[in-house]
Every structure is written in C-alpha cells, then in structure tokens.
C-alpha cells in the first residue's frame, strides 16, 4: 500500500522522537512491502518563527490532503509571551478542530517490565492498569469564546462551556464501540451536580447506551474519578468525557501507568484520517540532548497503521517489538531502573526497529 503522512515535528524534542517514529515506519514498510510518503507540516513554535502564525495554511492543507497526520509535540517557554490568539497551542485546536477531530483516544496501560516505575502501592498496582480514556476533543470550553474585559474597575475573564446534543452522542457511540472489543465496561465522567452540560452529557450518554445492551454503563463525577484512577485504576476499562476533564484525567492516568513518555494517542473524526500524538509535551529541557523517549511517539504511529491503515500485522509488529526492547533491558531515562541498560533517543529508535 502507498500511504502519504504528513510529519508536524513541532518544537523541543518533537523533531527527535518524530524521526525514531519515522524509522520505525520505514523499517515496517520494507517488511511488508509498503510506500510510506511524508510530507512536512510545520506547525507550533517552529511555525510562529519562521510563518509568524502557528499553523500556517500550507501546513494545515498538507494535514488535509494527507492519509494521517504524525506530530511529535508543539511549544515552549521561548513562546510564552506570544498573545493568546498565537501561541503554539493554538496551531494544535485549530488542527484538531479543521480535521474535524472530536475523538481524542488514549490508552492507560501499564507495560508489565515497567511496573516497577507505577508510583501506586504494589498491591494496587498488582490488579493491573489497563484502561482507555476517549476525550471529547473539539467542544466544550476549549472551543467556546473566550474574551477579557475591564468591568468594574478590574479585569474578567469569560471562557464558554457550551456542548450540543450531537458533540455528545458521536463521541459516546466511539466510547460503547471501543468497549464492546474490550471488557465492555464505560465509565462516563461529567459534574452533573453542578454544570449544565455535564446533566446533558449524563442524559445523552444514558441514552446512546440503549443501543449497546452488552455494554455496562456507570456515570462518575470528575472529582471522583480523578481519585478513583490513583485508588484503584482497575476498575476501568473505558472512560469517556468532555474536552477539559479529559485533558486532566489522561495525565494522570498516563502517569500512574509509570512514565509519560511512553503513552501515545489518536485523534478522529468520520472518516480513516487522524492525528497521532504521544501525549507528553516538548520538554524543551531535555531538546536536542538525544534523552528523550522516542516510545510513545513510535506507539503512536502504531496506532496510526492500526486504525487509518487497517494495518493490524504491521501495528502488532511494531508493539512487539516496544514489548522486546524492554524485556531486553533497555531504558531511556525516564524509566530507567536498576539493571536497566540506559540509551539515548537514537539508539532506542535503533533498537526497536531492529525488532521490527
Ligand atoms: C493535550 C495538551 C493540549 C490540550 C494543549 C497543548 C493545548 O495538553 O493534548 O492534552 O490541552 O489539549
Ligand atoms: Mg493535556
């Protein structure tokens, strides 16, 4: 198969683990006889200083015209004064937004030769972490307007929470899917004890959840959640909710797994195309050191050949070879353990193509 993927390296040590995913693409491609295409989109910082804007549109036609999207992580500090209206984030909503993107997936699963990097006590940990949390990702208050004013004799600030009927219910039918392959479980999280759209939310995913009768449905307010995930993360299997909550429950899902480095995601709307992403950011600390982990970013592209290339032999390859590459010892440094044989981005990428 031929397949074109646009490439947003990004900023910080976007362009470092981008390049390892690439290789291990290319290494997947020559196995199984494919024609991988990749296509430049700058976007974030990197954007902003060479276009002025952080998601120019020859990017966002690149992204557009391409089979999938890659991105490895956009900003940092040296773009914090930008205005509101033009930082590097903006170039990521406008992109998920345009690609019509409102199902943000994200896997919490602890790899079994890295339970030792779990901060939860071992006997939680021992039950098994294995959970998948499907954000809502163009609604809700990230999407709604924003202004500040001088009212009274002092600033306020205003952002929008607004969710229709129909935001609601696509990304629920994806959550009740998901969970029927898996322990047909769904944990809906809202704050129906407070908010407007999360009672919506409540009554609309209550709703959609008739036509899925083999499928469990619990409903949980945020606050809860977010404690339940650190008491005893087994009890998921899939959790969905709106833009925000998920933003902050996906980080502390992936952290108690062990390492952030090594969660990617997706991102969908109708149609094969997505956006593939570890969910770690730049860390613009560690750039251009070779310390980065390259693996959440090389388990995104496998989720890329999974669900935009319905390439499910060549996904278990490079999932495999992730699983061989720490059974064999090596460890990048956010997940280094005693014992552990201690590599670089490159020859982590190195590695596991290797395996591939
Ligand atoms: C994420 C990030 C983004 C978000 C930022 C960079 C805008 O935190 O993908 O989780 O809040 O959605
Ligand atoms: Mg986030």
Redesign the pocket.
């Known amino acids: 198969m031929e397949k074109t993927i646009a490439v947003i390296k990004g900023d910080g040590i976007g362009p470092e683990i981008v390049t390892e995913a690439m290789g291990v693409l290319d290494a997947v491609a020559a196995k199984f006889g494919h024609a991988f295409t990749y296509k430049d989109a700058p976007m974030g910082g990197c954007a902003i200083d060479a276009f002025g804007v952080p998601l120019p549109d020859s990017s966002l036609e690149t992204c557009l015209a391409a089979d999938s999207v890659l991105l490895g992580a956009v900003?940092g500090p040296k773009w914090d004064s930008q205005p509101a209206s033009n930082r590097p984030?903006r170039g990521?909503?406008k992109l998920r937004g345009s690609m019509g993107l409102y199902t943000n997936v994200r896997p919490a699963r602890m790899f079994s030769d890295l339970s030792a990097a779990c901060p939860l006590r071992p006997d939680i940990a021992a039950r098994g972490i294995d959970f998948v949390v499907v954000r809502e990702l163009i609604g809700g208050v990230y999407f709604g307007d924003h202004s500040t004013a001088q009212v009274d004799g002092e600033q306020k600030a205003t952002d929008i929470m607004s969710y229709a009927e129909h935001e609601i219910r696509r990304v629920a039918h994806v959550a009740f899917q998901m969970a029927q392959k898996r322990r047909k479980r769904v944990t809906s999280v809202d704050k129906a004890n407070v908010l407007d759209t999360s009672r919506l939310w409540r009554r609309t995913v209550t709703e959609v959840a008739k036509e899925y009768p083999d499928v469990e449905l619990l409903h949980m307010y945020v606050d809860n959640a977010s404690m339940q995930i650190v008491r005893d993360p087994s009890q998921f299997d899939v959790i969905v909710t709106e833009n925000l909550f998920g933003?902050i429950l996906?980080d502390e899902a992936s952290q108690v797994t062990g390492s952030i480095g090594m969660i990617p995601s997706s991102s969908m709307g109708e149609g094969t195309r997505g956006l593939y992403e570890p969910?770690h950011g730049s860390a613009p600390d560690i750039a251009g050191q070779d310390k980065a982990n390259p693996i959440g970013t090389i388990l995104a592209a496998a989720m890329m050949l999974r669900y935009s290339f319905n390439m499910a032999a060549e996904a278990d390859a490079v999932e495999n070879a992730v699983d061989q590459v720490l059974k064999d010892g090596f460890r990048c440094g956010d997940i280094m353990q005693s014992g552990g044989k201690l590599v670089g981005c490159r020859e982590m990428g190195a590695e596991i193509r290797k395996r591939i």
């Open positions: 900003g984030e990521l909503l933003d996906s969910i």
